[in-house]
């Protein structure tokens, strides 16, 4: 296979490769792209090659490598020995250029596919002052005051969480808060930092 087309097909790979994993494009396996791409190569030597730049491709979009390190990271893998270990030259331009290319959108195909459904879209809250009607007490006292008379309790946190999934119109949920169950929230997400922080630093 000439430089060309040797050059074309590992492009064409890598897109196939790409289309697959973070697009959901199903149509494209793993026999069509050999059939395309390489139809003189063995069965057992395509599989190398292709699970070896799925592999580095996942590497690279999972950690979202900016250019730097993409360098840094081919350039170790093109000093690896040893048989089917090492990356050529050729192979870490195709990596570069389909990264290149591809970073954004497989950056939000994999924020997509992390995302717990439905989604949260937006928050809006606010504090209020929780009254209620003074009727009862009135007429038991024999009040003259209007049933709409109103007093003060305590303070009230109103929440509205904006819910939807992907292409569809949004739900919302209004939640309502006391003091002690504020308290309660607040606790409860300080203790899943406390939680993240222990496992990061584990990491």
């Known amino acids: 296979m000439a430089d060309a087309e040797a050059a074309k097909a590992l492009s ?4 196939g490769i790409a289309q697959k994993v973070y697009y959901n494009k199903t149509e494209i396996t793993e026999e069509l792209l050999k059939n395309e791409l390489y139809p003189d190569m063995s069965q057992e030597d395509f599989r190398v090659l292709h699970d070896k730049m799925r592999g580095l491709l996942k590497s690279i979009a999972t950690a979202d490598m900016d250019q730097a390190q993409l360098e840094a990271f081919l350039t170790a893998q093109t000093k690896r020995h040893g048989a089917g270990a090492g990356l050529t030259t050729d192979q870490a331009s195709a990596l570069t250029r389909l990264w290149k290319t591809h ?3 497989v ?10 459904e439905p989604g949260l879209r937006g928050v809006s809250w606010r504090v209020d002052i929780q009254t209620h ?4 007490q009135n007429a038991q006292n024999g009040g003259g005051e209007s049933a709409a008379a109103q007093t003060s309790g305590g303070p009230v946190a109103l929440m509205e969480l904006e819910l939807g999934r992907t292409g569809q119109d949004s739900e919302f949920v209004c939640l309502e808060f006391d003091e002690a169950k504020v308290n309660m929230v607040l606790k409860k997400m300080a203790d899943i930092q ?6 990061v630093h584990r990491t």
């Open 194 to 199: 406390q939680s993240i922080d222990s496992f």
């Open 12 to 15: 064409g790979l890598l897109n």
């Open 103 to 105: 970073r954004a959108r």
């Open 107 to 116: 950056r939000e195909s994999l924020l997509g596919q992390s995302r717990w």
């Open 133 to 136: 009607t003074a009727a009862a």
